[in-house]
């Protein structure tokens, strides 16, 4: 087995934790939230029965197939329940057969429960003329060894946390649930997301799952927190040197277009102007330095079509929105992005006769290699076993 030399390996951890100590300092502020600690999925999809244990950062690795974008489509599925768009969006994603488990004729029953610091979500779907019907659904309290737990909705074509007011945790689970989202920026081209026009006043308030709004999101930033919009243009210019600033001019309709200019001409560009890592990396830039992060972020593969340097920027920018308070789950195949983690920041992902296997990884496992090479060298020569990469 061959390894980097030990010089080399010494020197990029001594980089990495500068230059993540310089990025985190220039931004963090230590906020303490609440975030979901454990999460229990049976039935669903490759999970036969899986609970895992949540931490303010989660680097998902693994090899194709494995099943992350499967545990980060929980996620989103969760959202559209909480939204009451479960029957769409299971109608719109292959139907029921396909969410659970080796499908219907294996598993009859998907059921899930969410955990926070004393607050509990549970639901369990089963299905019904072709669809899911809400079997139960409820809420729960832990006081001290004590948890208490209330009906929501017990066989309903949808679910009813959504319309719960009844108890404080209902309002504090509904409050997490709206800001749960699946962010992907993997469309580029002429008709991406990215090139639609946007409404300064309605489209202003959150940065949409694929960017539709970014121009109108990025100049709400502009107009209201001008000194975070200095930050996010000065983190792309570290990219993109010839980047100069966005150029914002709304229509008489009040909406906008994403337009740029570069410090070599007067000419006003567009976002198919921008290479797709370029276009990508300003969503991301946004996302995870916006004035008010969303409670979790969720996201697959960021760092594709992204430069080295812009990876190392990208979890810099991770570390930052963690620092706020903000729970980051990511799923990567990026052994120059998980460098920058920790090893308790990271979950490895296997897939054994058909069912995702999650396991947390342990730094008194690794202190002897960690002293001499990066996390990413021990996953590519295997050290880190499970998740290896195909």
């Known amino acids: 087995m061959y390894l980097l030399p030990m010089t080399i390996g010494t020197f990029n951890n001594m980089a990495i934790n500068l230059a993540r100590s310089i990025f985190f300092s220039s931004f963090a502020k230590n906020v303490d939230v609440s975030r979901m600690e454990k999460v229990c999925i049976k039935g669903y999809k490759s999970f036969q029965d899986i609970t895992l244990e949540l931490g303010q950062i989660n680097i998902l690795i693994g090899s194709n197939g494995s099943g992350k974008s499967n545990f980060l489509s929980f996620f989103e599925f969760l959202n559209k329940i909480y939204e009451q768009k479960m029957t769409e969006y299971v109608a719109l994603n292959g139907g029921v057969d396909k969410f659970f488990h080796k499908g219907s004729k294996v598993t009859d029953v998907i059921q899930a429960e969410v955990f926070w610091k004393t607050n509990r979500y549970q639901i369990q779907l089963k299905e019904g003329d072709g669809r899911f019907v809400v079997a139960h659904e409820k ?12 009906d929501i909705a017990n066989y309903t074509n949808e679910a009813g946390i959504k319309q719960y007011k009844g108890l404080k945790r ?26 639609k026009e946007s409404h300064i006043q309605n489209d202003r308030y959150y940065l949409y799952e694929k960017g539709d709004n970014l121009a109108a999101f990025l100049y709400a930033i502009h107009e209201e927190t001008p000194i975070v919009y200095n930050r996010i243009v000065k983190v792309i210019q570290s990219i993109a040197p010839y980047f100069s600033d966005f150029y914002f001019h709304p229509t008489a309709a009040n909406t906008l277009r994403l337009q740029w200019r570069d410090k070599y001409s007067s000419m006003v560009y567009g976002p198919t102007d921008f290479s797709d890592g370029t276009i990508r990396f300003i969503a991301l830039a946004t996302l995870f330095l916006q004035p008010t992060p969303p409670k979790v972020i969720i996201i697959d593969e960021p760092e594709l079509g992204l430069h080295p340097v812009a990876i190392q920027k990208l979890a810099g920018m991770m570390h930052v929105a963690a620092s706020k308070g903000t729970q980051i789950i990511v799923a990567t195949q990026s052994t120059d992005l998980l460098c920058h983690f920790e090893p308790e920041e990271v979950i490895t992902v296997n897939q054994v006769e ?22 990413g060298d021990l996953w590519k020569q295997n050290i880190v076993k499970g998740g290896q990469p195909e």
């Not at 409050?175 to 990215?194: A, M, Q, R, V, W």
């Not at 069912?355 to 690794?366: C, G």
């Open 139 to 150: 809420l729960g309290y832990a006081a001290g060894s004590m948890i208490y737990y209330n």
């Open 170 to 195: 209902g309002d504090y689970i509904n409050n997490y649930l709206t800001e749960i989202k699946k962010y992907h920026f993997h469309d580029t081209g002429k008709t991406s997301p990215f090139t």
């Open 354 to 375: 058909g069912a995702t296997q999650m396991v947390r990884l342990n730094s008194e496992d690794l202190n002897h290699w960690l002293e001499d090479y990066t996390l």
